[in-house]
């Protein structure tokens, strides 16, 4: 059975640093991704990556602030987050796919992880 769980999530104040986890149970994905989820709003893409990791995209409000990467031989991906701000706050979704396309959706991916909270305080 596949599975996805994610770690590493927190309280930060504004302006600090978080590094999320997600292993995996197998290697096959040609894709990772991290979404985020508010209270009241809907689940949203913060970024993806491709098998080899040389392809990523991210969402707006990431770029800059965000690095994801990947670690095939260890089943993992990771969602680097700095200058963390209080809109930030979010439970933290990994996400794979073993297609590709249409990666900002959260109809892409097959398979998700339970979340990790992040939450930023002013």
């Known amino acids: 059975q596949v599975w996805l769980k994610e770690s590493g999530g927190g309280l930060v104040q504004a302006g600090g640093s978080l590094t999320l986890s997600c292993t995996a149970s197998e290697q096959t994905f040609t894709f990772y991704a991290w979404f985020r989820q508010a209270p009241g709003k809907e689940r949203e893409l913060v970024a993806a990556?491709?098998?080899?990791?040389?392809?990523?995209i991210y969402a707006d409000s990431a770029k800059g602030r965000c690095t994801i990467s990947r670690d095939n031989a260890k089943n993992s991906a990771y969602l680097r987050l700095n200058s963390l701000k209080p809109e930030d706050t979010a439970v933290y979704y990994c996400?794979?796919?073993?297609?590709?396309?249409?990666?900002?959706?959260?109809?892409?991916?097959?398979?998700w992880g339970q979340g990790t909270q992040v939450t930023v305080s002013s």
């Open positions: 990556v491709s098998w080899t990791g040389s392809s990523t």
């Open positions: 996400a794979a796919t073993r297609a590709g396309g249409a990666l900002r959706t959260t109809l892409r991916y097959d398979y």
